[in-house]
């Protein structure tokens, strides 16, 4: 894996109190946090009272790991493969967090209780695919394919679901606060008792959707003949 940026990064736009980096797998995390001193959240990011380049590129380069900045809008981790995220997952790790999955295809996998939260997933294919308490909080789905998918009781809070196909999805009880569904198919998809507080549905296909018992409080709401 590499990091790929577009321009080079500047120090200046990182806060000066709080030097945040995200890593590749949280196990390196934890490695590069107590080679520097840092604090580890137990996931993939490490705090340092002091972010030296040099050291954290060392101590990376010690353990095979890629780093960047968290919250650093121009720098991602290379793309994950489908296989590669497979075969992470069935070896137990669960964290993903920030993962690159631009254009992956995981038709009719398991990926139960996954963390793909700030996940950018833009142009995947998950078909049928069992997602169920995933956490994808945050996470990018603009145009992703999550026809007949299993969203049962997954986090989609503030994720980007703009033109996404939803169609026949199972989304009882997900959490779906603030996300935002513009231009999304929803048809025949089934929402019972879920969370769509402050949800954004303009322009979507609601289409024999199931709405029974769902929060509505504050959802954008304008469809399609509208």
């Not at 606060?177 to 402050?198: I, K, P, S, V």
Request: glycine share 6%; hydrophobic share 45%; charged share 15%.
């Amino acid at each position: 894996m590499v990091l790929l940026p577009r321009r080079l990064l500047r120090a200046d736009w990182f806060s000066p109190k709080q030097n945040v980096i995200l890593v590749d797998t949280p196990s390196a995390a934890n490695e590069i946090a107590f080679m520097l001193g840092g604090e580890w959240d137990g996931c993939n990011s490490v705090v340092l009272d002091k972010c030296d380049e040099v050291a954290v590129n060392t101590a990376a380069s010690l353990i095979q790991a890629q780093w960047c900045y968290a919250g650093a809008e121009v720098t991602y981790l290379a793309r994950l493969t489908a296989n590669e995220l497979l075969r992470r997952y069935q070896a137990g790790e669960r964290n993903f967090t920030n993962a690159n999955l631009r254009g992956i295809s995981l038709d009719s996998d398991n990926l139960n209780a996954i963390n793909l939260s700030w996940a950018k997933l833009t142009g995947a294919t998950l078909q049928q695919t069992n997602l169920t308490y995933a956490d994808l909080t945050a996470a990018d789905l603009i145009a992703t394919n999550l026809s007949l998918a299993n969203l049962s009781r997954t986090t989609l809070a503030m994720g980007n679901l703009t033109r996404a196909n939803l169609s026949q999805a199972n989304l009882i009880g997900a959490n779906l606060y603030r996300a935002c569904l513009r231009n999304a198919d929803l048809t025949q998809a089934d929402l019972t008792g879920a969370n769509l507080t402050l949800a954004d549905l303009t322009g979507a296909n609601l289409n024999q959707a199931k709405l029974t018992h769902a929060n509505l409080t504050g959802t954008k709401i304008q469809l399609l003949d509208e």
